[in-house]
């Protein structure tokens, strides 16, 4: 298993929608392997396949405290949903940003596992989130576009400073 580089907001790969997996195969297990392996280096709960610029419909997710109840969810979509919920959301790819997203509290949702079955199942709480969230990423949406624009604005301003100041320490450290 490898860790695999997790692309950045604002990294255009995060807004490329991904496209089905027409065969499980062998390529789609050691993708979603290598997924889950990079989910738990960064100390995840969830990775879309997207996040690590492969743009098929694969997402990997454990809520797990012991990281031992992967679930792999393989073209999965939302089929249907009720109530709303406000939760903390973060993201690999905005690290060390969290803001409150409304969701909704509970989903239908359809998917395939790592042997192709098409599997129908029910999710609330976490892993509803959770779920959204990752076919939100799948579908090039990220947790911030459901902020305010001011919000988006200020986080925008905020990586971009922080960014200039990194590029600023690497050329002082190549200085030195």
């Known amino acids: 298993m490898a ?16 496209v089905p997996i027409e ?11 290598d997924m889950l392996q990079t989910m738990y280096e960064y100390n995840g709960i969830g990775l879309a396949s ?10 990997v997710i454990d809520l797990s405290e012991d990281k ?9 979509e939302i089929l249907s949903s009720e109530g709303t919920k406000e939760s903390q959301e973060g993201c690999l790819s905005l690290p060390e940003y969290y803001d409150t997203v409304i969701r909704a509290e509970r989903i239908t949702y359809r998917f395939q596992d790592l042997e192709g079955k098409v599997i129908k199942s029910e999710a609330d709480g976490l892993l509803s989130v959770c779920i959204q969230h990752e076919i939100d990423h799948l579908d090039g949406k990220l ?3 459901y902020l305010s624009p001011m919000k988006r604005r200020r986080l925008r301003k905020k990586l971009e400073k922080q960014e200039k ?5 690497k050329h002082q450290a190549k200085i030195l």
């Open 3 to 18: 860790v695999l580089e997790v692309l950045h907001y604002p990294d255009l790969g995060l807004r490329k929608k991904a």
């Open 23 to 33: 065969t499980v195969d062998e390529s789609c297990l050691i993708l979603a392997k």
């Open 50 to 59: 997207t996040q690590v610029n492969v743009h098929k419909r694969l997402v």
């Open 68 to 76: 031992n109840e992967a679930i792999y969810l393989i073209n999965p």
């Open 143 to 145: 947790f911030i576009d």
């Open 165 to 169: 100041q990194e590029k600023q320490e």
